[in-house]
C-alpha cells in the first residue's frame, strides 16, 4: 500500500519524505488555509521535494472552470494530480483531464457509486472519506471493501486512494483490504510505530546495557 501524506506542512513532508515513507501527497482547500500559504507557491514546494503524485484540488464548480483551473495546476509540475469533487461537474472535468493524459484525483467519495462513476470517467484516483462516514455512524470502511469489489470485478485501473484516516487500525484495515493508497496526516503515520511492548522491551534492554556496562563505540 502506497503512503501519501494528507497535508501541506513542508516541514513535516520533508521529515517523512527522508525515512523513504512519503509515496505522494494529498492536500484540499482547508490544508491550504490551515499552512498559510499560497496554493500555487506551497503546491510547487511540495513537488520539488515529492518525485510521486502531488494531489492539488481546484476551487471552482463549474467544469470549464474546473478543467481550466486543473490545466493550471498541471503546469506547476508533472506530478500534479487535479483533485476534484464527486460532482456531475466534477466528473466532466475529470474526463476532459485525463483524456489529455493529466492525472485527476476525485475526491469526496462517500459511495460505491459514486466510485464506479468516477471509474468510468477515467479518474486516476479515487477518494473515499472513511473518518467523515465514522463521524456520522456510518462504516467508512465497508465503503473501502465495496469499492475494491466492485473495482475487481471489472477490472478498473482507478487507484483506491483512502483518504479521511483517522488512526492507526484505519490504516490496517485499509492495508488488509487492498487500498492501493491511504493518506494520511503526518500524525497518524508517525504513530504507526508505537506499541507499549517496544518501550517496554528497551526499557529493559536499556536497564541490562547499563547494568553490564555494555559498549559497542
Ligand atoms: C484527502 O484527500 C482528504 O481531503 C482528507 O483526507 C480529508 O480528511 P478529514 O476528513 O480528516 O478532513
Known amino acids: 500500500m502506497k503512503f501519501f501524506v494528507d497535508t501541506a506542512e513542508i516541514d513535516a513532508i520533508a521529515e517523512l519524505h527522508a525515512?523513504?515513507?512519503?509515496?505522494?501527497?494529498?492536500?484540499?482547500p482547508s490544508l491550504i488555509k490551515?499552512?498559510?500559504?499560497?496554493i500555487l507557491e506551497v503546491t510547487r514546494e511540495i513537488c520539488d521535494l515529492v518525485s510521486g503524485p502531488v494531489s492539488a484540488e481546484v476551487t471552482a464548480t463549474d467544469a470549464d472552470d474546473m478543467i481550466a483551473e486543473g490545466r493550471k495546476l498541471a503546469e506547476i509540475a508533472e506530478n500534479i494530480a487535479v483533485k476534484v469533487p464527486l460532482t456531475w461537474d466534477g466528473l466532466k472535468a475529470c474526463k476532459v483531464l485525463t483524456d489529455e493524459g493529466k492525472m485527476?484525483?476525485?475526491t469526496l467519495c462517500f459511495s460505491?457509486?459514486?466510485a464506479l462513476l468516477a471509474a468510468k470517467a477515467g479518474a486516476t484516483f479515487i477518494s473515499p472519506f472513511i473518518g467523515r462516514l465514522d463521524d456520522i455512524a456510518l462504516d467508512g470502511m465497508e465503503l473501502i471493501e465495496d469499492i475494491r469489489t466492485v473495482y475487481d470485478n471489472y477490472g478498473f485501473e482507478t487507484e483506491i486512494l483512502a483518504a479521511s484516516i483517522r488512526s492507526v487500525n484505519h490504516v490496517l484495515d485499509c492495508a488488509r483490504i487492498g487500498a492501493?493508497?491511504?493518506?494520511?496526516?503526518?500524525g497518524v503515520i508517525k504513530s504507526l510505530v508505537n506499541h507499549p511492548l517496544t518501550d517496554k522491551g528497551l526499557d529493559a534492554f536499556l536497564a541490562d546495557i547499563k547494568a553490564a556496562d555494555i559498549k559497542i563505540l
Request: no cysteine.
Open 19 to 28: 525515512l523513504g515513507m512519503v509515496d505522494g501527497v494529498t492536500t484540499n
Open 34 to 38: 490551515k499552512s498559510g500559504r499560497d
Open 104 to 106: 485527476v484525483n476525485v
Open 112 to 114: 460505491a457509486n459514486q
Open 180 to 186: 492501493d493508497v491511504m493518506t494520511a496526516p503526518p
